[in-house]
């Protein structure tokens, strides 16, 4: 019984070393998502909004910045079209997930969708992090590219 039962023991011990040993050996690398999204605005004809949202998951232990661009390119195109603008970011280095949002509400009267693709081409989203293992990953996505339209036209 008592053999059994050290067996039995040692057996336990072994799986925990074991499954301890395989978690470092099989990092998983951080997650990245990105989008761009053009949305209406409940109740008005041409005021639209781009919603831009990234985020990192599977990155606890990891150094991470997210950067969204200074949205307002769309005021370059002819005239001030932006009413309001804003960017917010949880990055909790508790938190295995981090994120960054950012948005402009504009005037789109007189302006086609790839017109503002277009305006929005040069404007990138950055991520980079560092992994505890020290690799740096770097990315980098325009928003003009990701932009997707989610309107009702």
Known sequence: MKQKLLILTISIALIFIIIIIFKQIISVEPQITA???????????????????????????????????NLLSIDKIDKVRSKEASTS????????????????????QGLTFEQLKECYLEDKITINIVTSKNKKLNYSYSIGELLVNKTNK
Do not use: H
């Open 35 to 69: 989008l761009a999204e053009l949305r209406d605005v409940p109740n008005e004809k041409f005021m639209k909004e781009i919603y831009i949202e990234a985020s990192i998951s599977n990155a606890k232990n990891c150094i991470r910045k997210i950067e969204i661009p």
């Open 89 to 108: 970011e949880i990055n909790n280095s508790n938190s295995a997930k981090a994120w960054s949002i950012g948005k402009i509400t504009f005037d789109m």
